[in-house]
């Protein structure tokens, strides 16, 4: 009888050890929470978060393990902000990047048309992660922009060096503007990267121009004016390089 107290008091010892052992990794393993990201993010940001209009992801930005933490705030249709939350030793986050960037979403791989996700027969440099553009995790942040009669989409490419968010380049996605007078003009764009030269990918943009009925919005008669610019990957940038009209504009 004593020898069964005593094992039961054994059992009893190291199943609450195991517990108190267990249970601060358990505690770290959960993921911050939408309250706890806007009060670390208010801390210390020049533009805090003021409103429930709030997004979030945990995404690796960089080589190290721990996840970073991106986010945006919409205060309102043309006005918003970005940031971007690097892991503490504690396990809390700290503000690393702030950008008057008003993101519609968080889709920061959008960039990579070519990627295949689900295919590795297809497609032999399929990865669960994004693919490295000139070593670099680079990403995409849509900024919706405008003011009175004006509403802008550019796009932002950019990733995180020594703890530092680099921009990598910027373009024109849409464009529409309402000019005094009764005039109504609107601007696409689009760009592809090319990864052939692997330390000096290209990068394409093209921007169409157009100009529409005030009234329908329907378009005008009339040629559209189409330009093509082209960058090339210089010193963890895009540079512009000389590039003529297409052919025919």
Sequence with gaps: MRNSRL????TVGLAVSSLVLTAPSSLASREPTKTQIMDWINKQAKDPVVSDNFDFQLVNLDDDPEPEIVAKHNGSVHIGNFYVLDQKPDRTYALIAEEEWNPPRLQLDHWDYTREVNYSEIDKNTEVEPRLLAE????????????????????????????????AWEGLLQE??????????????????????EAKPLLYHWQTKQELNPDTGELLPGKPETALQMYRWENGVFVPMNVEKPSGQ
């Excluded at 094992?7 to 054994?10: A, G, I, K, Q, V």
């Excluded at 995790?137 to 703890?163: C, M, P």
């Excluded at 529409?176 to 030269?197: A, E, I, K, M």
């Design 176 to 197: 529409t503007v309402s000019v005094p007078g009764g005039q109504l003009f609107r601007t696409v764009g689009s760009y592809q990267v090319v990864h052939d030269d």
């Design 7 to 10: 094992l039961l008091t054994l």
């Design 136 to 167: 670099k995790r680079v990403f995409e942040t849509v900024q919706h922009t405008g003011g009175s009669g004006i509403s802008v989409y550019e796009a932002n490419l950019w990733y995180l060096d020594k703890g530092r968010l680099v921009k």
